[in-house]
């Protein structure tokens, strides 16, 4: 069985995550935990997959308790001191659904995935009758704004005088991001902020041709200062300038990961980030006295706990992947709402331009190459030798797909996709096209060789 992605249980409610599904997860996952908190998306089907969810884990004696719906870091600040699970599909479209665990505040990891695998492939029956869970109710929505005020308000300066307008996607972002940056001092102007599981407004995800009503509404109104656009559950960010235009996200990460390294007090400060994000990112946390290691997609929260595992001098200041940011100081999740709270902050303290001005953006280029789920293991394992052999002169690395950094500080990366037949490309470099197509034609060499 092969349930878990880099992002929890994710798919189609009609052919994957059913409540069929969803009971036998439960039930599976109710043995690793004497409590679970659970709240969900805007999705219609969320309210479904939940009852199944919580009846499988009741049924194996652990208690339940019912938050409503939620921003998924909403759910993660909830999960401190016990288990969590969060019912989304986050970005997907509306006929997708979705199982995300924490604990503690952090997502489970890809070990504790596995174990709930193994557990519903033994096919475990339910607990005695009169051990059987109970369910409760709890409201901590109000708690983790809180949370999220009193943190941000440690960085940049009040938002009296600025115009945000927020683009919530018709997700419970907007359950969050307004009411904290209105906390915060802003005039805040919302888009699709009521929450409604077909999204009527956009599609959920928040990428530049989604968002254009965003875009056209902070063009065409002076007043407006920023625009922040959100995806379906709160965990992802786009930032849109009062031009109207969009803040590449590895940029955005750039200046986060300075900013962050130089408030850090430790000895040695780094940032956690993933293969996939550009090397303007390194150059940034270099400078600011810095380093960078890389984990896997989807996996900040492990390459987190092994780095600080290492040494009691090390520190992760800040973590990242494009359009997803963690806080460690607020907590080990990813989390939009913060991410827009503090940002902000940053700006109105010394505007964009300033904190822009510094980060090197070199064209960035990405363009897959189509490989059946059968040929990538295949395909990737020659990739890692004739890759390095192409480009002699990088520095190679082969712990997440293929990543090599040449000279002239452009880098490529070569990875399989974990949710479709494609083996990803992606090049930076001051003529990244032509990088990115030297790279895809050994790709798709090595795509036939291996079909």
């Known amino acids: 069985m092969d349930l878990f992605g880099t992002t929890g249980i994710r798919g189609p409610v009609a052919t994957k995550v059913t409540p069929e599904l969803a009971l036998s997860v439960g039930r599976a996952a109710g043995e690793y935990g004497e409590e679970f908190v659970i709240a969900r998306d805007g999705r219609r089907t969320g309210l479904a997959i939940a009852a199944a969810l919580e009846a499988g884990l009741e049924s194996a004696g652990a208690d339940v308790v019912r938050i409503g719906m939620a921003p998924t870091p909403a759910l993660s600040f909830a999960s401190y001191g016990r288990h969590g699970v969060m019912i989304t599909a986050s970005h997907n479209p509306s006929p997708d659904n979705g199982i995300k665990f924490f604990v503690d505040g952090v997502e489970y990891t890809t070990a504790d995935e596995n174990r709930i695998e193994e557990r519903i492939d033994a096919d475990p029956g339910p607990a005695p009758w009169d051990e059987w869970g109970r369910r409760t109710r709890e409201e901590p929505l109000a708690a983790y704004r809180d949370a999220v005020v009193e943190y941000a308000r440690a960085h940049g300066t009040s938002l009296d005088g600025m115009t945000i307008a927020v683009d919530a996607g018709n997700g419970v972002a907007a359950l969050g991001t307004p009411s904290v940056l209105r906390r915060l001092g802003a005039t805040v102007h919302t888009l699709h902020a009521n929450v409604d599981g077909h999204f009527p407004g956009r599609p959920s995800k928040p990428s530049p041709e989604n968002i254009t009503d965003l875009t056209q509404y902070v063009r065409e109104r002076e007043v407006v200062d920023l625009g922040i656009a959100h995806d379906g559950d709160g965990d992802r960010i786009v930032v849109v300038d009062s031009d109207g235009s969009i803040v590449h996200e590895d940029t955005i990460l750039a200046v986060l990961s300075s900013y962050f390294v130089e408030q850090s007090d430790a000895d040695d400060s780094v940032v956690m980030t993933t293969p996939n994000v550009s090397g303007r ?128 500080a452009s880098w490529f990366l070569v990875r399989p996709s974990g949710t479709e037949p494609y083996i990803r490309v992606y090049a930076e470099s001051d003529d990244a096209k032509a990088l990115l197509e030297e790279v895809r034609e050994t790709v798709k060499e090595a795509v036939e060789a291996a079909t």
């Open 281 to 408: 990112v390194d150059e940034a946390v270099r400078a600011a006295g810095g380093r960078v290691e890389r984990t896997a997609l989807g996996l900040l929260h492990e390459g987190i706990a092994e780095v600080e595992a290492k040494s009691e001098e090390t520190a992760v200041a800040f973590a990242g992947e494009p359009w997803k940011c963690i806080h460690p100081e607020l907590g080990i999740w990813t989390d939009g709402i913060a991410t827009a709270a503090v940002l902000s902050r940053l700006i109105a303290a010394e505007g964009l331009d300033a904190l822009l001005d510094p980060i090197t953006e070199r064209p960035l280029e990405k363009k897959p190459v189509d490989c059946p789920e059968e040929a990538k293991a295949d395909a990737m394992e020659r990739l890692s030798t004739t890759l390095p052999e192409q480009f002699p002169d990088g520095n190679v690395s082969l712990e997440y797909g293929v990543r090599i950094e040449l000279p002239d």
